[in-house]
């Protein structure tokens, strides 16, 4: 037993006062039956649409399917513009694309990632934003990680005269993806109701193809693969997951063999004055291996660099006419966006940093 010297050392001289009790020493006010009881009254009290937060986990979707046959799919124009209005994203069959050409297109893909350095740098030097691109070069994303390899083509000069590697099915594939892309275009044109811009002139649009490995990550960075685009095409040869970027969050597709994965761009959003919703960026295909791997190759339809940019759905004009109805048909309208040049709109999204955070057509919005 403690002294009372002992004691004053220990709590300081003068004090008279018992020591702290020690949690083993205190008694509950509330029994534990007690506690559970009056939080079981309180839960009860609170709001039945209250719900506690949850970690979210990401969200994985089977695309609109739509058969792209005018013929068999009376509704095609309907369904197009269903799902370009509420996704951004649908997935087509009845293409007419040969899943045969598919798989030897990506065979001779695959090929140029086993050429030498020196080799792929000189068949496709960099011409932003073609070229070739690795990883730890940075032009590929401005910060030098670069998520994966990848090349970004012309679709007129996808041949080569090299004897180092043949792109026959490449060069075939592409004119066939290309026909069904300027299609879509078409479709979707008499779907939100303005003529087509660009029809199949080849000087009204481009076509630029990329080709790369399966992303290793569920949410790639791909600012550095990124160019504007009215529709991007992606052929899927095997049931595999895409990740894309939508306005509000990243989705994982889960697309069906032999489909043509089609988003929709910021062009065909500023097009349509906002009527329809877009993916940022390309879909990227997430590889099944853990360690990556898997060619993908995407054809994007976009137009020249020096055109203009702007709503092709526009106010009617202002009528004499001060009735109800024509006020309503002024007021159902409005200017979404303004015009801006593609060649300077492209270069800062493709420098932009903050590309993956914020929406780089919100500076344009009205």
């Keep these: 037993m403690a002294s009372s010297v002992d004691h004053k050392q220990i709590y300081g001289a003068g004090t008279t006062a018992a020591p702290p009790p020690t949690p083993s020493s205190q008694t509950s006010h509330l029994s534990t039956s007690a506690a559970a009881d009056a939080l079981s009254r309180l839960l009860h009290r609170l709001p039945p649409n209250l719900s506690l937060p949850t970690r979210r986990s990401p969200s994985v979707r089977s695309p609109p399917t739509i058969s792209f046959s005018e013929t068999s799919n ?42 030498p350095m020196e080799t792929k740098e000189s068949l496709f030097p960099k011409n932003w934003p073609l070229g070739f691109k690795g990883d730890g070069d940075e032009d590929s994303d401005g910060s030098g990680n670069g998520d994966s390899f990848s090349f970004c083509l012309d679709s007129t000069p996808c041949s080569s005269d ?54 290793r990550r569920a949410e790639p960075a791909v600012a550095g693969g990124f160019y ?7 052929y899927q040869s095997r049931n595999q997951k895409c990740s894309l970027l939508g306005d509000s969050s990243w989705v994982t597709a889960a697309a069906a063999a032999d489909s043509v994965m089609v988003s929709i761009g910021d062009i065909a959003q500023v097009w349509s004055n906002g009527k329809l919703k877009k993916v940022r960026g390309r879909p990227v295909a997430v590889a099944a291996d853990p360690n990556g791997g898997g060619i993908s190759i995407s054809l994007l339809i976009t137009l020249p660099a020096e055109s203009e940019v702007r709503p092709l759905i526009t106010p009617p ?45 919100d500076r344009y919005r009205i």
């Design 228 to 234: 504007p685009y009215i529709v991007g095409l992606q």
């Design 317 to 361: 004009a202002r009528s004499d006419r001060r009735d109800e109805a024509a006020e309503e048909e002024e007021e159902e309208v409005k200017m979404a966006f303004k015009s801006f040049w593609l060649e300077e709109y492209a270069w800062r999204v493709h420098h932009d940093r903050c590309f993956l955070l914020k929406d780089p057509l």
């Design 162 to 215: 090299s004897a180092e590697i043949s792109l026959h099915s490449l060069q075939e594939f592409v004119r066939a993806m290309e026909k069904l892309g300027l299609k879509i275009v078409e479709f979707l044109s008499r779907a939100i109701g303005f003529e087509n811009p660009i029809g199949e002139d080849r000087t009204r649009f481009r076509s630029l193809i990329w080709i790369s490995e399966g992303s």
């Design 74 to 115: 009376p509704s095609l124009l309907d369904r197009l513009l269903s799902a370009s209005s509420e996704l951004g994203f649908f997935q087509l069959t009845d293409h007419q694309i040969s899943s045969r050409l598919a798989l030897s297109a990506e065979s001779e893909s695959a090929a140029l990632f086993g050429l």
